[in-house]
């Protein structure tokens, strides 16, 4: 009689086990880990493909595919993940393109050591932030690293996706009059993060903003407003990302700081470690340039959307040699609001 | 935010700033140095030079605590962390500030140094505890605000019996400074001061009486809110018009003519005088900065380590002298914005967003255009 069993004959221990080098090592447990964490919990017909890559169907319009890599710590937070992390910020840097985002791809480097507990809830996190936006993780990898070599999990995500015929958004094409109009409050993600390293806790939790926002992103494009550039404020924040696109079209911008939200507690803990809102990163929200005569428009579609119920128009793209961003202060001074130099370190006293 | 909204107020900054303009007499200038970085960064950060008539001009003083830290005090650290493998513990902003060798503490870090960043002297200690087997120095810098928590972690060090805990004492002390501002020769072209607001919170405004009856130069405590500061110089502006001279508090939600008395008593109790100390930009002050008692050599990282302070000019190029003095401008620097940069400082004063010139590079650059 045969004894030959169709199946690994252990399941992983994922309440107690750990992730070791064998993890990585191309044998049967790696093959164990990506069927029962990865594989079961991504499930879609690419993936079942089974093979080193996916083979995908033919697209119609031009493609656009980013990639990003995640390394954040603490690796779970208020609002959020690593896992679902990974998944908004790629979907995002896809979207913003002007993309409907179509596929991702997911590689982990996992530290030896690291739970298996723990690399379940980040695995289904992904899963579920893949299945409500919609597109499938259909390819991916897994290394595994010596203890002391990995901080718990890295991981890199790729995205694919379509811009359909007519619609040209790029960092390059904001032209002195256009106005520029943000998606929410800022410095939600960053301050949650660094709270919950330095142990800081308000009255009211601050929450990651982390999220998809190519269905914010599709309305926006829907309406037929002139766009020219959509980015996400990640890491560097807004002042950053408007800076990064004043040098790329060769303009200057003036904001007015009393049209930016900032959450009560995200500003609080600012005040409390000595950190500027406009350099703290977002994992949820979009700058919009668009013509003068699109933006009020604009404006009511994107506050008609949950993800941009507190969007507001914070300035104007201006003429300017220097490339300066600036901002009216709510003192009704005025303010260079420049690039993030090193590091945003806390001031002393 | 409540406690905060309040001192940022754009309308009643206008109200002042329209008195400001009605006061001043055109006539004259007024010449008004704030000490601290902290004012420094809110006049910036809130382009309060908008709010000022042309003939009010803001002097950016020396107080901000990495600027005025000299080569030779970083290059100690660096040499205490990376020939003793001491892990040295810091206040953040302190491991950019340019040491010999083109290393900072930030550089000596990624050339393998141990170095910490720190929140808090308390962080420091528990550095020290949980790597019982190492080395820990605290790098203590900072005016007379950042000096009492370094006392309690000295103390607490001691009553726990923590043996691997030292300090490098860099603490400064603000009057000092403001008298050797002042003792130039000759005299300065300084009209009255925005004094400090926490450093004040713990000596009072007792100190600075000397500035007033001696100098003959008034001063304003402020805090480090912008409606604080514009309160301060019309305030100042105020005194100058009616030929007063005098300390006067705006602070006074914080400030007292006495200050901490308990914070001051337990500094008294750990720190004594140093003969002398040298500043960046002020050069070597005499009874300007502090070091620990006898009782507590055993912390002292200097003596525990042996290693001694050697000074080295500053860069031949940088004006930081001139402009921690206010004699200069951060734009009349022939290297600032050029070769010097937020991102490769040469001087300190582009080194902390409270530095005169990296305030200016970061938040006023536009002022130059016309």
Redesign the interface.
Known sequence: MSTIKSNYTRALDIKHGRVDMSHGSGGRAMAQLITELFASAFDNEFLAQGNDGATLPQANGRLVMATDSHVVSPLFFAGGDIGCLSVHGTLNDVAVMGAAPLYLSASFILEEGFPLADLQRIVQSMAQASREAGVPIVTGDTKVVEQGKGDGVFITTTGVGVVREGINLSGDLARAGDKILLSGTIGDHGMAIMSQR?GLTFSAPIVSDTAALHGLIATMLDSGVQLRVLRDPTRGGLATTLNEIAKQSGVGMMLHE?AIAVN?PV??AC?F?GL?PLYVANEGKLIAICVAEDAERLLQVMRAHPLAANASIIGEVVQDA?G?V?M?????????V?WL??EQ????? | ?KY?DEF?D?EL??NI?ANIAREADPKRTYRLMEFC??HT?AI????????LPANVRMIHGPGC??CVLPIGRVDQAIRLAREQGVILCT??????VPASDNLSLMRAKANGADVR?I?STQDALKVARDNPQREVAFLA???E??TPPTAVAVKQAEASGLKNFSILCDHVLTPAAMHAILAVEGGVSIDGFVGPA?VSTVIGSKPYEPFADDYGKPVVIAGFE?LDVMQAILMLVRQINEGRAEVENEFTRAVTREGNLKAQELVAEVFELRDRFEWRGLGSVPNSALKLRNRFAAFDAELKFNVSYVAVPDNKACECAAILRGQKRPQECKIFGTVC???NPVGSCMV???GAC?AH??????RE?A
Do not use: N, W
């Not at chain 1, 370190?345 to 006293?349: A, E, G, Q, V």
């Not at chain 2, 910036?44 to 709010?51: A, I, K, P």
């Not at chain 2, 590079?361 to 536009?366: A, N, W």
């Open positions: 330095e009393a009560q500003e609080a005040e470690l500027d220097h300066f600036q009216t202060t709510k003192m009704g001074g005025r303010r260079v420049d130099a090193g370190l806390p001031r002393i006293c | 935010m905060i940022r754009g900054a206008k700033s970085g902290g960064h910036s950060r809130y382009g309060l030079v908008d709010l605590p990495v206040y953040a902003d302190t491991v950019r960043m929140y810098i900072g005016f605000t950042t926490h912008p940069t937020p991102e902390s967003s409270e990296a590079y970061s938040y006023g650059r536009f255009k």
